[in-house]
Nanobody, 124 residues
Framework: RLAESGGGLVQPGGSLRLACEASGFDLDYYLIGWFRQSPGKEREEVSCISVTNGDTYYIDSVKGRFTISRDSAKAITYLQMNNLQPDDTAIYYC???????????????????WGQGTQVTVSS
């Protein structure tokens, strides 16, 4: 089970931290990813992190603003989102993916398990 938390309403330029708690999985040799879907758009990858070696991947539009990290002891993966913009408005989903070359594997079609999603709204 993957359970997201931390979404909400924030003004442009603000910050939020999303959390994804994984339970019931043996997370070795997996990637944990954050994906998002805006109304009328396809679900897209945002960022992934390797449980095995800590490698990370970000899409260009969030580089320098978002940071993915893990607390291994608590099996929680975080997405720190700074300088949020209206285009970041979406439902954000946590996902479990098989390990591999992270920049190639961090894609929706590789996802094995999804969380229920958490809404992030950026608006003044």
């Amino acid at each position: 089970r993957l359970a997201e938390s931390g979404g909400g309403l924030v003004q442009p330029g603000g910050s939020l931290r999303l959390a994804c708690e994984a339970s019931g999985f043996d997370l070795d040799y997996y990637l944990i990813g954050w994906f998002r879907q805006s109304p009328g758009k396809e679900r897209e990858e945002v960022s992934c992190i390797s449980v095995t070696n800590g490698d990370t991947y970000y899409i260009d539009s969030v580089k320098g603003r978002f940071t993915i990290s893990r607390d291994s002891a608590k099996a929680i993966t975080y997405l720190q989102m700074n300088n949020l913009q209206p285009d970041d408005t979406a439902i954000y989903y946590c996902a479990l993916l098989p390990s591999g070359v992270i920049q190639n594997r961090c894609r929706t079609h590789w996802v094995g398990s999804w969380g229920q999603g958490t809404q992030v709204t950026v608006s003044s």
